[in-house]
């Protein structure tokens, strides 16, 4: 069969096997290929300086093939300032995916426009934007909408996630934002049944009222969110403690990522995450300095599908997991406390027997159910099976 032959059904399945390199050198097969493959090559677009960025600009103006609708997805790993957003958005009118990791000189001036021309966004990245609630206005326009990141953007108001209503968001980062609020922010969040990971990281707002405001107001009410798998907060080490915890871990069961850092739970938290969050799979707990070697030792024991925890700052000592660190490999540590407990680490812990545990729920206090001395003996026999020579 004459390579020109070929139906288009098999020339489909070679460009999806094929990186960007492969669908150039397929373009200059003849021209067939070209009419072919060089839509692809547009599908996905990245931008790593100024300089490709100006030529970007230049190749979609002085065209007459129009390109630009067929680019899904536009990765901006360079600084883009207004002119350039608008010089270039014009010609993307098929744009789903933006990624501006280094959108500080973005204002109202361009993402009005951005928003009001592509409307067939699906994911958009503006980190540290100068935007205000005049985009946000505007973003309710994308009916498409899954994945939205405003981490570093403090221009906007609390009020930012209300035009949103109507968007499917499955994913909202809102770290380093501080304008976020419970009696605005909080309250507008419970509205996104289809959110699955919610990010928190330094904002410095987020109190006990914010994360009440995601918690069933009855017990026989749905949770706010209750789809959520991921979610990553940072607290103040005092607002954020069990009280607020272990209700939201209760109340939202399909959890399999927990970020918690600087927050003021104890075990109590770690154990609730045991009982109720079978699918955890990684866990970061830096900085919440009342949690214990044997509150993390509880969690690892009763969550078959966690695979990392993270305990740096925390009082987790090396020593209270021999069979990791053993007394001699202690002495040539630099620090004796543990700042990340990986897959493997985990494997080791998990063979080990591990003493039952309960909560005092009314008291916040840890109490350990002895087990017969046969179970001390088995765990230092295991032990020494283990790291012996």
Known sequence: MCIDSLPTEILARIAASLASFGLYECCLVNKRFYTAFAPLLWRDIAVESEYMLDRLCRSLSNTSTS??????????????????????MRH?????????????????????????????????????????YRSLHYFSGLK??????????????SLALFPLQNCPLELL?????????????????????????????????????????????????????????AFSLTGDDEEIDDDVIVPFVQSHPRLRSLILMACAI???????????LADLQNIEISYCSQVSSNGVRQLIHGSPQLEMVGVKDCTVFKKDFPEIWTTDSLDQERSQYVDRLTFEEI???RLQPCADEHINMDEGELVTVETPLDGEVTYIQTWLNLNGS
């Open 266 to 276: 104890t075990d109590r938290s770690l154990l609730a995450m045991r009982d109720c």
């Open 144 to 157: 498409r909408l899954r994945r939205l990141d405003l981490s570093g953007c403090s221009k906007i108001s």
């Open 347 to 349: 494997e080791l812990i």
């Open 67 to 88: 390109p630009g609708y067929q680019v899904r997805q536009l990765h901006l790993d360079c600084y883009i300032e207004d002119d350039d957003c608008l010089s270039l």
């Open 173 to 229: 980062n809102l770290s380093l934002c501080r304008w976020l609020t419970a009696e605005d922010t909080a309250v507008d969040l419970q509205v996104f049944c289809m959110l699955k990971e919610l990010s928190l990281i330094c904002c410095s707002t987020i109190c006990k009222e914010f994360m009440c405001c995601l918690l069933p107001k009855t017990d026989s009410d749905q949770a706010p969110l209750p789809n959520l798998h």
């Open 92 to 132: 993307l009118p098929q744009l789903e995916s933006l990624n501006a990791p280094h959108a500080g000189y973005l204002t109202d001036r361009s993402v009005i426009p951005l928003v009001q021309t592509c409307l067939q966004l699906q994911e958009i990245c503006l980190h540290s934007a100068s935007i205000t």
